[in-house]
């Protein structure tokens, strides 16, 4: 846990000092709890989602960064990739493509990314009732 501890620190050090390198993404920690932060991120132009900001949860594991933290939308987004009810999203770097490498702030423009080029071979947001990423409940 104190590695964890240290990377997370050591990203929220990063943020601070380049709070404007990257306008479309905010990434705010939690004053209490290391592993809770929230992003706020713009959505990319030439989309339908372009002028929109969304607003998103981290949940961070305490094995951080041997495993992806757990990201959810809580605002409310129709995309395929993303569940409509929980704000879940279905993204490899947040499954079984995690690696150490990435960021928070990797991960936030790996999903602006997404937003971008939905990937219709795993849909969570489908009326089926299963999608690559696991079980989806369409009631």
Not at 103 to 120: F, N
Request: glycine fraction near 4%; charge should be negative.
């Amino acid at each position: 846990m104190q590695a964890s501890r240290a990377r997370l620190f050591k990203e929220y050090k990063e943020v601070q000092r380049e709070k404007s390198a990257d306008p479309d993404i905010q990434l705010i920690c939690d004053d209490s709890n290391i592993f809770k932060w929230t992003a706020l991120i713009k959505g990319p132009s030439e989309t339908p989602y372009e002028g929109g900001v969304f607003q998103l949860a981290f949940a961070i594991p305490e094995q951080y960064p041997l495993l992806p933290p757990q990201v959810r939308f809580l605002t409310k987004i129709f995309h395929p990739n993303v569940h409509f009810k929980t704000g879940e999203i279905c993204l490899d770097i947040l499954k079984n493509a995690w690696s150490p490498a990435w960021t928070l702030q990797s991960v936030c423009r790996a999903i602006i990314a997404l937003m971008a080029h939905p990937e219709p071979d795993s849909p969570l947001n489908c009326d089926s009732d299963t999608g690559a990423c696991g079980k989806v409940n369409s009631t």
